[in-house]
DNA sequence: GGGCAGCTATGACCGGGATCATATGAATGA
DNA sequence: TCATTCATATGATCCCGGTCATAGCTGCCC
């Protein structure tokens, strides 16, 4: 997701974190910009009736939280889930980062488009009427490894939420994709999709 | 949504445009940032099936097709929804005006931040399971005017597009949060929500 | 003006997703 | 090791959103 943008930015701050630890909660003052070091985060909104949505899940390399170089606070909860340790590189060195590197804003500006596209991506999957579609369209677009296989990288239960279905119906249309052969599933947490052939 | 940035863009080419024009379709070269200055842009996409999802909607005053930037070819439909004119600014152009103005750049990335929190916020709500909670929570993110309507600025069937739901859905759900004193409509685009006592 | 396209609106019907319940297996921590 | 939690899984039921059909209305273009 980010290749170069790591390479070019001012030393940050590590932080270690444990499973279901809380990087920083709604409501908080921004962190900055979160480089993930090891492991994976989850950026969660809890709904008023107690649903909670998965907004963004990062794992080992990936940034995090990058909108929230402009905010003055975080407006949802980043979760730990898998533990693993971050690098923080706040607002203000950032900035001035910027000013004496001309690319760099550049590139963080062209991250940022980046996360964009990925959002309205999800948006899009999200507004697809059926469990079953949802799930084909999310799972096609992870990238498939040397044996064919994609690893979802998280529970289905995770997955779920982040195609703001209930695991009852995620679980069910598995069964029904996987019974349609549409899918298998290979162990706990890998799928191997059918070769299309190409339109 | 942007009053900074324009003002300081290098000139970019006018283009004006009619009802039901495209802009740009999936597939053609980016065209870079577009300032929208008269009239109204949908950004659509088109699925496999016929739905028709609106990712964004701009209106007079709004910049679109941000990400294009940083994208060599367009994925999406801009169509016109409402005749007006648009300026256009070369991603060379802007690119060459970066590295003259320091500054630019960064209020580009702050610009593409914003854009990602609108974009998570609309993520937020297609996950909401109730046509009624979608369309109210979409309102309450009107700015109200100072009468205390709020202007939908489309079709309700736009909205329904928007929300990724069916117009018959949205107007079911309107009837009944009528009939249940949650809003009221006020003309053909207007709506009046209940001032909600702060908790 | 007349005709046509598109928006607004509602009814009937069906399928599927949410919810609640329950059960088993897996993982995690004391 | 054992217990507790969590993920996986499936069944029953209800509700509601999608779809199709129909109809009035608005606005627009010739």
Not at 97 to 106: G, P
């Amino acid at each position: 997701m980010n290749d170069d943008l790591p390479l070019a930015l001012p030393p940050g701050r590590d932080r270690r974190l444990a499973r279901g630890e809380a990087l920083f909660r709604a409501g908080d003052p921004a962190l900055g910009l979160v480089l993930v070091r090891e492991g994976a985060l989850e950026l969660v909104r809890l709904s008023s009736e107690g649903r909670r949505l998965i907004l963004h899940r990062a794992k080992a390399g990936d940034t995090f939280a990058e909108a929230s170089l402009f905010e003055s606070h975080h407006h949802c909860d980043a979760i730990c889930a898998a533990p693993g340790f971050v690098t923080i590189y706040g607002v203000a060195d950032l900035r001035r980062a910027a000013m004496a590197d001309l690319d760099l804003a550049w590139r963080v500006a062209a991250h940022l488009a980046a996360r964009l596209v990925a959002e309205r991506a999800r948006a899009e999957r999200l507004a697809l009427p059926h469990a079953a579609d949802r799930l084909l369209d999310m799972l096609h677009a992870l990238p498939p490894e040397p044996d064919g296989t994609r690893r979802i990288g998280c529970s289905w239960k995770s997955l779920a939420a982040e195609l703001g279905l209930s695991h009852e119906a995620t679980y069910r249309a598995l069964a029904r994709l996987e019974r349609a052969g549409l899918l298998r599933r290979e162990g706990r947490d890998r799928v191997r999709l059918p070769v299309v052939p190409p339109s």
